[in-house]
């Protein structure tokens, strides 16, 4: 396995009276969830530019044209331009799910406490596929064919790699102590987003380059 140090570039926020929860990248704007507002930055700038009053308690996705938002035991679909509640599926963690992401035309959702990762149906809130996993579950992303995910425990985080099929754990990139991730996301191009929970805060971290 391979084990390397966070490399964090550039650092969002505090963002006022905000828990950051759900992180996602809609390919222009940064969203994050803050319990009940769901609020997107421009990540050059870092100036807020949009804000919608929605329940925003965990994980959040985009899937190229939707934004995906855990509420409770319910994943929201939401019209980024209106932020309006189009549909809801049932969350598979019966509400103990965190992190959320897109890929391969489904909805990726870790469960916390269960060290889960599941592959569910975006109409119909069906379960696909299982992954067990060795640590608290927080953010969930995939970049190149890779599924991430991130971990908190006590005042230690890390961004880790798994096997998809068996949540083997491949690569860990461990944050500094004291620095815990909530949401995540990859911007696609290497770098990850990651929320800072109760710190208000949004860092970018840098994949570390493959031999």
């Known amino acids: 396995m391979k084990k390397s140090r966070a490399d964090i570039l550039r650092e969002y926020g505090p963002f006022a009276d ?6 996602t990248f809609d390919g222009t704007h940064l969203w994050f969830a803050s319990g009940d507002k769901l609020n997107a930055i421009d990540p050059e700038s870092g100036l807020a530019v949009r804000s919608f009053d929605v329940a925003a308690h965990a994980g959040t ?29 049932p969350t598979p963690g019966n509400g103990g799910d965190s992190g959320l992401a897109w890929a391969e ?16 149906d975006p ?13 608290l ?10 599924l991430w995910h991130a971990s908190w425990e006590g005042d230690e985080s890390d961004i880790r790699r798994v096997e998809p099929e068996t949540g083997a754990v491949l690569e860990v990139i461990e944050m500094p102590l004291g620095i815990g991730i909530s949401g995540m996301e990859s911007d696609g191009r290497g770098e990850f987003y990651c929320g800072g929970g ?14």
């Open 123 to 135: 109409e119909t809130g069906a379960v696909l596929r299982t992954i067990e996993c060795s640590r």
């Open 137 to 146: 579950v927080t953010g969930v992303t995939w970049l190149d064919n890779e």
């Open 61 to 89: 996705a985009f899937d190229g044209q939707h934004l995906f938002q855990i509420a409770e035991d319910r994943i929201q679909k939401i019209d980024p331009k209106t932020g309006r509640v189009l549909s809801t599926i």
């Open 18 to 23: 905000a828990h950051v929860h759900g992180v």
């Open 105 to 120: 035309g489904s909805l990726w959702v870790g469960e916390y406490r269960g060290r889960k990762i599941r592959q569910v």
């Open 198 to 211: 109760p710190s208000g805060k949004i860092r970018a971290v840098r994949r570390p380059r493959t031999e």
